[in-house]
């Protein structure tokens, strides 16, 4: 039975439901979070809108409900569509490489290979239940999972400030906004974990003032649509362009899932509660991932990841209640087939969702940080450091230096996030087969030195 926290408001563990009300206006935030990346890669890459959205709704319902029934406690965690898969994905949806001239034909092989990602999720998530938690940490370290999340987060810095700059007051206000309600709200009730809905609910108005919304959209729009679900096409040509981005993919998820643990159980600890522990289900996680994208890649979906904005929410208003996550999923799956519903959400301007994105975006990176500092990364430790810097360099360099993220090597372009995570897992691999035990001897020297001295 799910618990309840009505009195204090400190926060909602995963398995705590606030009663309806609060419920609806946490699960819209909640909406209103992922709206603006979700819908942006489905425009991008010429997906249906209404379909990713009811896509991206059902696999976040999928996977609470499978998470809670493996492990009797939600994984709180929304999927929304990823922006690792844009450069491979637009390459078959806006590009006549397979010399197909039909655009819906093009999504549909794309949709192939979305499904086969998935596919490769849950091999990897089971093949983690098989070989054990410890095993994947000694493969994915938090200086891996970490760094790719700081990459995440600083890669999309600059697609925050190009949706910023649609107007820069709007932006500023926006952002300011959402940071002063996060701060000085907190622990004030339930307004205080309304943040990021507050701070939109302020640039929306700011917008209104300066006629930059427009509402003829919502009044041609009908009330009901059904979305354009397709069903996909296999082809090896596909399927080997976009799986592979699963190796960036598999690093992030699991860096959000331990990020989203620490919190949790540092909720739980304020709320002398017993520790969730939800980083032991890192297999889990990976097959609800995957499942995700195979919901996504059968309908017609963007392919997705669990959503760091939304962590970062979660972090900002210490809302982790699963329930309320649910009820997001079913708004989602709304949205998408209310057309009046999603042509209002779609007159929020690209100015507020960039203010909002600047903040978001920015605590992804941080989250990075904060799990290096949790897991106690030795970062005068040189094979942590090479680890690190070549992540960083490599998926932040190519990300924002070169078109689409693809690095240019040789007669291949690289998506530089995956080649991130893939240099770091080889490194990493490197330093455990080959171990350098004179590093481990000097540390531990310097240790037991220290230790003497305090004593």
């Excluded at 896509?55 to 406690?73: C, E, H, K, P, R």
């Excluded at 949790?264 to 289900?281: G, I, M, N, T, Y």
């Excluded at 208003?317 to 779609?346: D, Q």
């Excluded at 490197?430 to 004179?438: D, R």
Aim: with cysteine; glycine share 10%; aromatic share 10%.
């Amino acid at each position: 039975m799910a618990h309840k926290t009505h009195e204090t408001f400190i926060g909602y563990l995963p398995n705590d439901a606030p009663s309806f009300a609060p419920m609806v206006g946490l699960a819209f935030q909640h909406v209103l979070t992922m709206f603006p990346a979700t819908v942006l890669v489905a425009i991008l890459t010429k997906f249906d809108v209404g379909v990713t959205l009811f896509g991206s709704g059902l696999a976040t319902i999928v996977a609470l409900l499978l998470s809670s029934w493996l492990t009797g406690s939600y994984i709180p965690l929304y999927y929304g569509s990823s922006f690792s898969y844009l450069a491979p994905v637009i390459a078959i949806t806006a590009t006549n490489i397979y010399g197909i001239d039909d655009p819906a034909m093009r999504i549909r092989i794309a949709q192939g290979g979305i499904v086969m990602t998935g596919i490769l999720n849950i091999f990897v998530g089971i093949l983690i239940r098989f070989i054990g938690k410890k095993t994947i940490d000694k493969i994915l370290p938090a200086e891996i999972t970490g760094s790719v999340a700081m990459v995440i987060g600083i890669a999309l810095a600059f697609s925050a400030l190009g949706m910023a700059s649609a107007n820069w007051a709007v932006s500023l206000v926006t952002l300011l906004a959402t940071i002063l309600f996060s701060v000085y709200l907190r622990g004030r009730g339930f307004i205080g974990m309304l943040p990021i809905l507050l701070g939109a609910f302020v640039g929306y108005a700011t917008s209104i003032t300066l006629g930059l919304v427009k509402f003829q959209g919502v009044i041609d729009a009908a009330w009901l649509r059904v979305p354009n679900f397709t069903f996909p096409v296999f082809t090896l040509g596909a399927v080997l362009a976009i799986a592979p981005i699963a190796i960036a993919t598999i690093p992030e998820s699991t860096a959000h899932l331990y990020q989203i643990s620490l919190y949790v159980d540092e909720l739980a600890l304020e709320l002398k509660r017993p520790p969730v522990q939800l980083s032991r289900a890192l297999g889990i996680n990976l097959i609800c991932d995957g499942i995700g994208d195979a919901i996504n890649g059968m309908l017609g979906g963007c392919a997705g990841t669990n959503y760091g904005e939304n962590n970062s929410l979660m972090a900002i208003t210490r809302n982790y209640s699963g329930p309320t996550l649910i009820a997001a999923g079913v708004i989602a799956m709304m949205t998408g087939f209310v057309g009046k519903l999603e042509a209002l959400v779609n007159t929020l301007p690209t100015a507020v969702t960039g203010g909002l994105a600047i903040y978001l975006f920015g605590v992804i990176g941080a989250q990075g940080i904060a799990l290096q500092i949790t897991k106690k990364v030795n970062m005068f430790d040189p094979r942590k450091l090479a680890i690190i810097a070549t992540i960083l360099v490599i998926g932040i360099g190519g990300s924002i230096g070169y078109e689409g993220g693809m690095i240019p090597f040789y007669t291949w372009k690289l998506p530089a996030i995956a080649t991130a995570a893939v240099v770091g897992i080889f490194l990493n691999a490197i330093f455990v087969i080959f171990p350098a035990k004179q590093i481990d001897d000097e540390f531990d020297k310097i240790h037991i030195d220290k230790l003497k001295i305090e004593v």
